[in-house]
């Protein structure tokens, strides 16, 4: 795993001396996933590239300085917690609607004395009650389809800031179906960039959603309403 963490960081153009840390989090991950169901994903190369490289390929994509970032159905912690490990300056919030994760994810953040990351157990659109628009960013991977996704990460977002949908590069319809969602919301899509994923030989897809206004009050809906009739 080392080495495929060296390698991508460097070719990512990041410092190499965060590596042992991602390194013991991936340690710790394949442990805790033989007795519970974190990933898939179980080579530590793969580990590396995929679910690591794959996270921190989006420090060349968004400004990330001084900011506060809530990783949206973060499951083991992809992509906030390599992010935080490699820029301490994030100001990170792990969110999860799955407690046994959550645990998991505290316990990461225990060993490798991350004091100042906060791990909640909860759904987003419960959560916005208590915390709407007070991040900087959101970010999710792998949680809902685009217009399921804004209204559980919009409404989580300041005016100004922005929402960070990590999509494959086959979402050009799930964009299309999200624009009266993003449009309701308050958002505006603001870029839409392609990377590669260091060393796996696969591109992926970002969608950088700015928030242009305040979402209106009645968003978000139940998770029911959200799933049956997405905007
Ligand atoms: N983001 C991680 C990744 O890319 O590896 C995990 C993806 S996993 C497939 C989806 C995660 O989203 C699960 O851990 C699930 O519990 C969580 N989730 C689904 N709906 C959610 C909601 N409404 N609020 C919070 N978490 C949610």
């Known amino acids: 795993m080392r080495e ?19 390194e013991r989090y991936g340690e710790l991950l ?35 300085s001084g900011k506060s970032l809530v990783d949206v159905g973060t499951g083991a912690g992809f992509p906030g917690l390599p992010l935080r490990i490699c820029r301490p300056d ?7 609607s799955l407690g046994k994760r959550i645990t998991f994810l505290q316990e990461v953040c225990d060993a490798l004395d ?16 208590a915390h709407r628009e007070s991040f900087d960013l959101a970010a999710s991977r792998a949680v809902a389809s685009l217009p399921m996704l804004c209204e559980l990460c919009l409404p989580l977002v300041r005016p ?19 624009a009266k969602a ?25 969608i950088s959603i700015r928030k242009v ?6 968003y978000p809906r139940a998770f029911a309403k959200i799933k049956k009739a997405p905007l």
């Open 30 to 64: 394949l442990k805790k996933n033989e007795v519970m169901n974190l990933t898939a994903i179980t080579a530590p190369e793969d580990v590396a590239r995929l679910h690591f490289l794959d996270s921190l390929a989006l420090l060349n994509l968004t400004d990330f």
């Open 90 to 96: 994030i100001r990170l919030t792990l969110l999860d």
């Open 4 to 22: 495929a963490l060296v390698r991508g960081l460097r070719a990512l153009g990041l410092p190499e001396d965060c590596a042992p840390r991602l």
């Open 182 to 206: 993003i449009k309701v919301l308050g958002g505006e899509v603001e870029e839409v960039r392609d990377y590669e994923v260091p060393g796996a030989g696969v591109t992926h897809r970002l």
């Open 160 to 178: 100004g800031g922005a929402f960070l949908a990590m999509k494959s590069v086959d979402c050009a319809q799930e964009l299309s179906a999200a």
């Open 213 to 218: 206004c305040s979402t209106p009050p009645k």
């Open 114 to 129: 991350l004091e100042d990351v906060t791990c909640v157990h909860g759904r987003a659109e419960e959560f916005a009650s």
